[in-house]
Every structure is written in C-alpha cells, then in structure tokens.
C-alpha cells in the first residue's frame, strides 16, 4: 500500500510541476523600475540574501513573484536535493522547510526567515520603497 501512495504522489508532482512552473513564467509580474544608481544600491543589498527553495513549491513561487515584481537579484538555492544546500539549511536555519531566506548582516551574522508571508513582508518593507 505504501509504494501505490508513494507512486501516486510522484507521479502527481511530475504532471503538476511543470503546469506550475508554467504558471508561473506566465504571471510574472513586471518588476519596478528604479534610476540605475537605485538599482545598483539594491543589488549590493541583496548580495546579503539567500533564498532557499524548492523549483515547484507554490509557497516558493510567490516568494520568487515577489522577488521579480521588485525587481531583486537574490541568489537562489533548491534545497529539494539532497546535498551540501540541504544539509545548510537544516544545520544553521534548524528545519528543511522552503521557501527561507538567509539575511547576513554586515558582521557575517545570519538570520533564517521561515514561511512566505513573513519572507514577502520583509522584502517589500525593506525595497519598496529603495
């Protein structure tokens, strides 16, 4: 019983990841524009951040709506696999969950902010207005 469970939700993700992805491609949202030193400004600030993430995750692609409709360059890492990105995030930001944003301050400090909501309320509060 385990295996047709488990080969039910595989074979789910497989036909819906990229109807997802997709959706996404098409819906992105036109990003801001700011005066080229604006922009250069932001990007230096978004060097800090890391978003950890999962390619099919409808969590991550709000959060990566986000990013694209203020236009950010934040690094993106898909912590799906199992590896070095994976094993980060569980050892210093304490869980696997997705999508979470690494926010190192000036001193090399890190910061794990869990959950969409709070990721989006913080990059708009932080940029909008940059």
Same mark, same amino acid.
């Given at each position: 019983?385990?295996f047709f469970i488990r080969f039910f939700f595989k074979t789910l993700?497989?036909?819906? $990841?990229? =109807?997802?992805?997709?959706?996404?491609? +098409? @819906?992105?949202?036109?990003?801001?524009?700011?005066?080229?030193?604006? !922009?250069?400004? =932001?990007?230096? *600030?978004? *060097?800090? +951040? =890391?978003? %950890?993430? %999962?390619?099919?995750?409808?969590?991550?692609?709000? =959060?990566? !709506?986000?990013?694209? /409709?203020?236009?950010? #360059?934040?690094?993106?890492?898909?912590?799906?696999?199992? $590896?070095?990105?994976? *094993?980060?995030?569980?050892?210093?930001?304490?869980? @696997?969950?997705?999508?979470? +944003?690494?926010? @190192?301050?000036?001193? $090399?400090?890190?910061?794990?902010? %869990?959950?969409?909501?709070?990721?989006?309320? %913080?990059?708009? $509060? /932080?940029?909008? #207005?940059?």
């Amino acid at each position: 019983m385990k295996f047709f469970i488990r080969f039910f939700f595989k074979t789910l993700r497989l036909i819906l $990841g990229p =109807v997802l992805l997709l959706k996404e491609t +098409l @819906t992105r949202p036109k990003g801001l524009e700011r005066p080229q030193a604006a !922009q250069e400004k =932001v990007d230096q *600030q978004c *060097q800090a +951040l =890391v978003l %950890y993430q %999962y390619k099919t995750c409808p969590f991550c692609i709000k =959060v990566r !709506q986000e990013i694209s /409709r203020l236009s950010l #360059n934040i690094k993106r890492i898909d912590a799906q696999p199992e $590896g070095p990105d994976r *094993q980060d995030l569980l050892q210093h930001g304490g869980q @696997t969950k997705v999508p979470c +944003l690494r926010i @190192t301050d000036d001193s $090399g400090n890190s910061q794990w902010l %869990y959950d969409s909501d709070k990721i989006v309320a %913080y990059l708009g $509060g /932080r940029f909008a #207005n940059a």
